[in-house]
């Protein structure tokens, strides 16, 4: 992407002037013009270094965050358009033009640009990686191959939305437990930093042996006084080590072998990485994409290490004329359901329904499994915490009833 400086006529003829960034001259034309100005004068900026957010316009043009709603609402405007007859380019620009201030319209603008000058859909959003990901565009390649753009592009709509529906039921279900655990946690540490030491003074006085949970509670009291920034400042490094040393392949691939492994958990992660996977192979199967080919594409759906290596090397087995079925069962990480359903599709001649019909099963057995699960959790934190806080008063009141005892 390059700087362009540019004046322009505005629809009311007032002249403008300013920058912007786009991959050509042509390029910067049409997302002017876009923007109902007509070019005057345009040159390649001559500034040494030109950033997207420092620009006159303040438009990002293509590198500002593409938002996970703005991305599902283009998918199927543009799958509805080009269903209804539009041309590509036509669909682009119609899209690009409802998304008035954000990131997507310069985004689609230049992905219209490529088009026109003879690119095809998947090759030019392949030059927008912040905002299609491989899987995206390597279905988009597998729709144009198969002559059904369409059918892929809605398919694509409906799973960015089910995806988006997983997440804010999620982000919900746990907001109320973060919160409370936030604040008992604050309210934890005020009680140890402030309140204890001040009732601690008291017990001096008593000239008594104080109950074990009384000393574990001053000794807990006082560390946090002496080193809690230090703890604090642990868990911080602790935290951005793990997410760092988790970027190294090693590391991960023994990572989400362990979260495999975990009870519970491990069935949740392991069905959900094969819900994504069966639901992307019924909806490249059903396009007509060859199924060693679909099952490259899906490849990409599975975020866990280990069951993509297995994937890789079950791909390997089918190239070398396995049945899908076996070389998945071979592969010892996906469920069960999914291997039986893909041996009924191919005797049934139908993959895409059943590996579909996987990722409904599959789909639903996830979403009943985490509305249990934070169901229960809720309760469970506030019990847990109120348990600490009892503790933490019990330990606090011991020395007094303990006085009270010794008078009588």
């Known amino acids: 992407m390059d700087a362009f400086d540019y004046s322009a006529l505005d629809a009311g003829g007032a002249k403008r002037s300013g920058t912007l960034m786009a991959g050509s001259a042509r390029e910067a034309r049409d997302l002017l013009r876009a923007r109902a100005l007509t070019p005057l004068d345009l040159n390649r900026s001559r500034k040494k270094s030109v950033k997207a957010g420092d620009l006159s316009d303040q438009t990002s043009f293509g590198r500002g965050k593409i938002k996970h709603a703005e991305l599902t609402r283009a998918t199927r405007q543009i ?217 490259e594409t899906a490849q990409h759906t599975l975020k866990n290490a280990v069951m993509r290596e297995s994937l890789t090397a079950a791909i390997e087995r089918v190239r070398s004329g396995a049945p899908m079925s076996a070389a998945l069962k071979e592969a010892g990480v996906f469920p069960p359901l999914v291997v039986q359903m893909v041996m009924g599709g191919e005797a049934s001649g139908d993959m895409g329904n059943m590996f579909a019909k996987s990722a409904d099963y599959l789909e639903d057995e996830f979403d009943a499994a985490t509305t249990v699960f934070l169901t229960l959790l809720e309760p469970a934190i506030i019990i847990l915490l109120a348990g600490v806080v009892l503790l933490v008063v019990a330990a606090i009141f011991l020395p007094i009833l303990q006085l009270n005892t010794l008078a009588y």
């Open 79 to 295: 799958a509805i358009l080009i269903d209804a007859a539009t041309p590509v380019e036509d669909a682009l620009r119609v899209t690009a033009l409802q998304f008035e201030k954000s990131a997507m319209k310069g985004v689609l603008l230049s992905i219209r640009s490529q088009v026109v000058e003879g690119a095809t859909l998947s090759s030019a959003l392949r030059s927008q990686p912040q905002a299609f990901s491989d899987l995206y565009t390597a279905m988009v390649a597998s729709g144009e191959a198969s002559g059904q753009l369409p059918e892929v592009l809605l398919r694509l709509a409906d799973d960015l939305e089910s995806a988006q529906k997983i997440r804010r039921k999620i982000a919900g279900a746990t907001a109320y437990p973060l919160v409370l655990t936030a604040v008992a946690l604050i309210v934890i540490v005020v009680l140890m930093i402030f309140v204890v030491p001040k009732v601690v003074e008291q017990f001096d006085t008593f000239g008594q042996d104080l109950p074990p949970l009384t000393k574990a509670t001053i000794w807990v009291s006082e560390f946090l006084q002496a080193r809690g920034l230090i703890l604090l400042g642990l868990i911080v490094a602790a935290i951005v080590a793990l997410r760092y040393a988790l970027k190294r392949k090693a590391i991960r691939r023994r990572w989400d072998a362990i979260k495999l492994r975990l009870p519970l958990v491990g069935r949740l992660h392991r069905d959900v990485n094969a819900a994504r996977f069966s639901r992307t192979m019924a909806g490249l199967v059903s396009a007509g994409t060859p199924a060693l080919a679909a099952m």
